[in-house]
T-cell receptor
Framework: AQSVTQPDIHITVSEGASLELRCNYS??????LFWYVQSPGQGLQLLLK??????LVQGIKGFEAEFKRSQSSFNLRKPSVHWSDAAEYFC?????????????FGTGTRLLVSP | EPEVTQTPSHQVTQMGQEVILRCVPI?????FYWYRQILGQKVEFLVS????????KSEIFDDQFSVERPDGSNFTLKIRSTKLEDSAMYFC????????????FGQGTRLTVV
C-alpha cells in the first residue's frame, strides 16, 4: 500500500532564508505527487504536482519540488521564505485506481517563520 | 476560477444526532471525495464517488456514514449517529477523469460533536 513520510513535524526558518521540506513516498508504480499547504483554519491549497516529465516542478508562491525516483523523494523548496509562508505543508501521493485518484497524505510539517 | 464549496463552515452537534455535510463540486467534475482531518492529525481518505455509486471507501467509512448526490449538483456526507470521535474537519474534493488531473478541495466543514 502507498504511504508518505514527512520526517519533520516542525521546522523553523528565518524570514529570507531558504527552505526545504522533506517527503518520502512508498508506491509500487509511477507516483502522482502533490504538495498542499494549509493555513490555520483554512482548507487545502495545491502548491504543485508531479505526474511525469521534468523532475523539477514549479508551483505557486515561488515553491518548487524535485522528484527523485532513486530516493523515493519529493522535497519541497523555496529559496527565500516570507512570513506569510508559515503554515502546515502536506505531501501526498495519488494512487490511480479505476480512473480516480485516492490521495494518501503525510502527517504534515508545520513551518514557523521567525523574524 | 471555479471552486468547491462546502456548507456549513462549522457545525456543532450533540452526540447521537445525525448531521449532513454539504458540498457543491465543480460543475464539470465527475469524481467526488470526502476526506477527514482530526485536529492535529493528517488528512485521511474516507470515500470516493463516481457515476452515482461509491468507488472506494476506507475502513473509517463504516455503516454510520453515507454519501449521496441527490440532485446532480450537491454531494453530501451523512453521519447517522455522531460520536465524539467524529469531531474533525471534513473536506470535499472533486476532479475530472483522466491522467494528470488534480483534486480540488473545498474549504472544509469543522464538525464538533459535544
Amino acid at each position: 500500500a502507498q504511504s508518505v513520510t514527512q520526517p519533520d513535524i516542525h521546522i523553523t526558518v528565518s524570514e529570507g532564508a531558504s527552505l526545504e521540506l522533506r517527503c518520502n513516498y512508498s508506491y509500487g508504480a509511477t507516483p502522482y505527487l502533490f504538495w498542499y499547504v494549509q493555513s490555520p483554519g483554512q482548507g487545502l491549497q495545491l502548491l504543485l504536482k508531479y505526474f511525469s516529465g521534468d523532475t523539477l516542478v514549479q508551483g505557486i508562491k515561488g515553491f518548487e519540488a524535485e522528484f527523485k525516483r532513486s530516493q523515493s523523494s519529493f522535497n519541497l523548496r523555496k529559496p527565500s521564505v516570507h512570513w506569510s509562508d508559515a503554515a502546515e505543508y502536506f505531501c501526498a501521493v495519488g494512487a490511480l485506481a479505476t480512473g480516480f485518484q485516492k490521495l494518501v497524505f503525510g502527517t504534515g510539517t508545520r513551518l514557523l517563520v521567525s523574524p | 476560477e471555479p471552486e468547491v464549496t462546502q456548507t456549513p463552515s462549522h457545525q456543532v452537534t450533540q452526540m447521537g444526532q445525525e448531521v449532513i455535510l454539504r458540498c457543491v463540486p465543480i460543475s464539470n467534475h465527475l469524481y467526488f471525495y470526502w476526506y477527514r482531518q482530526i485536529l492535529g492529525q493528517k488528512v485521511e481518505f474516507l470515500v470516493s464517488f463516481y457515476n452515482n455509486e461509491i468507488s472506494e471507501k476506507s475502513e473509517i467509512f463504516d455503516d454510520q456514514f453515507s454519501v449521496e448526490r441527490p440532485d446532480g449538483s450537491n454531494f453530501t456526507l451523512k453521519i447517522r449517529s455522531t460520536k465524539l470521535e467524529d469531531s474533525a474537519m471534513y473536506f470535499c474534493a472533486s476532479e475530472t477523469p483522466g491522467q494528470g488531473v488534480e483534486a480540488f478541495f473545498g474549504q472544509g466543514t469543522r464538525l464538533t460533536v459535544v
